[in-house]
């Protein structure tokens, strides 16, 4: 039998790698709804391919354009409701969530409370309320598959061994576009230098975090949530080729790592079939090709972002949330063009230092957090 699929955030770089794999795999998988922020003419034109039956715009007014373009055959809804309806879709088996931001929070919510097996691949919710989420899905019986490469990459190496055997977790990060950059230079990077990623093609949020290796700061803090592993057993390693994608250290000295070739077609392949992997036509990783694997740790004083994230995850709390929310204003005014690459940690520094941290916070806490830490970055 086909999962039925609903895809939050299909419009973006993962949402379109998705579709590219169940495209590949039509027998096993049916788009059964898709979701995105605002791009009408990217979702019409998935809307033609896939024919899904339900759709969801999150900008009211782009929906009212899309209901004008597509006169039948589809349901259109909109707004953080409209999102809610498609996670919660009693034809829906599996949810991926790779809808950029805050916004994706409440959606992974309430797909669990239908129990509904979660694929997720946007940072913002584990990292908003790692433990809330991670405690609702044991209490369900749903599966949190992750399909970032770093955390599917842990997930694979973990398969089949016990927690309480790991010494620790390594990320590794590719360094991004500046990794080589003097120092001295960063303050007058564009965003287009920042975008331009050496590896990955991401979008334009998720390629500045990778730029600043907040990312990794953010990953860090999933990973301590979806696998259940204090923060101080989980490092970040530079790794510019990109190919070893996580690493797991047990107790006795061995080593565990998983690799392929950059292409984030397959780790979303591994969670839409898990358990069982897929044949694929995707290329294959040839390290005779490659020749050698360079790996350092990471410079805290070119990637102030990371110990940002780092310090947040020690305080725990609602501090997580508050970086999150700082981190994707503060990106969202460089991209304007409104600040400078290196004020973006400087300003999302500023608004950790005023924030007051509640340790055991509810939802109505967490989203309050959010709330005012983008409120007070964004008036900067």
């Known amino acids: 039998m086909k999962k039925n699929l609903a895809i939050l955030g299909s419009t973006g770089?993962?949402?379109?790698?998705?579709?590219?794999?169940?495209?590949?795999?039509?027998?096993?998988?049916k788009v059964w709804a898709l979701a995105a922020k605002e791009n009408v003419s990217k979702i019409e034109e998935q809307i033609g391919k896939f024919e899904p039956k339900i759709v969801c715009l999150v900008d009211e007014e782009r929906a009212d354009e899309l209901r004008i373009r597509i006169q039948d055959g589809v349901e259109i809804v909109s707004g953080l409701e409209g999102l809610v309806r498609i996670a919660t879709s009693s034809e829906v088996d599996l949810v991926i969530s790779a809808i950029v931001g805050g916004v994706g929070l409440i959606p992974v919510i309430e797909a669990i409370k239908a129990k509904k097996t979660v694929a997720i691949a946007n940072k913002e919710p584990l990292v908003m309320a790692g433990k809330l989420i991670m405690d609702l899905a044991k209490e369900k019986g749903v599966k949190i598959l992750p399909i970032d490469s770093e955390h599917s990459g842990i997930f694979q190496c973990l398969e089949g061994h016990s927690l309480e055997k790991v010494q620790r977790i390594i990320l590794t990060a590719s360094g991004g576009p500046l990794l080589r950059r003097p120092i001295e230079d960063l303050k007058e990077i564009t965003p287009q230098e920042a975008i331009n990623h050496p590896r990955w093609q991401m979008g334009r949020k998720i390629s500045v975090d990778s730029a600043t290796l907040m990312n990794k700061g953010l990953e860090i803090i999933e990973a301590h949530y979806l696998f259940g592993v204090e923060v101080k057993r989980i490092s970040v390693l530079i790794h510019p080729e990109s190919l070893v994608h996580s690493l797991v250290e047990f107790v006795d000295g061995s080593v565990?790592?998983?690799?392929?070739?950059?292409?984030?077609?397959?780790?979303?392949?591994?969670?839409?079939?898990?358990?069982?992997?897929?044949?694929?036509?995707?290329?294959?990783?040839?390290?005779?090709?490659?020749?050698?694997?360079?790996?350092?740790?990471?410079?805290?004083?070119r990637f102030p972002c990371l110990n940002l994230a780092l310090k947040a995850a020690e305080i725990g709390g609602t501090m997580p949330a508050v970086l999150s929310a700082a981190n994707e204003v503060a990106v969202d005014l460089f991209l304007k063009n409104r600040i400078g690459f290196m004020e973006i940690p400087a300003l999302i520094e500023k608004t950790m230092e005023k924030h007051e941290v509640v340790i055991n916070p509810d939802l109505d806490r967490i989203l309050w957090s959010d709330a005012w830490a983008r409120e007070v970055t964004g008036k900067k």
């Open 13 to 29: 770089s993962v949402g379109g790698n998705a579709l590219s794999v169940i495209r590949e795999s039509s027998s096993s998988f």
């Open 256 to 301: 565990l790592a998983q690799l392929s070739i950059p292409d984030m077609r397959l780790p979303i392949s591994y969670a839409l079939s898990y358990p069982e992997r897929q044949l694929n036509e995707f290329p294959k990783l040839n390290l005779a090709k490659i020749g050698q694997l360079n790996f350092e740790e990471p410079d805290l004083e």
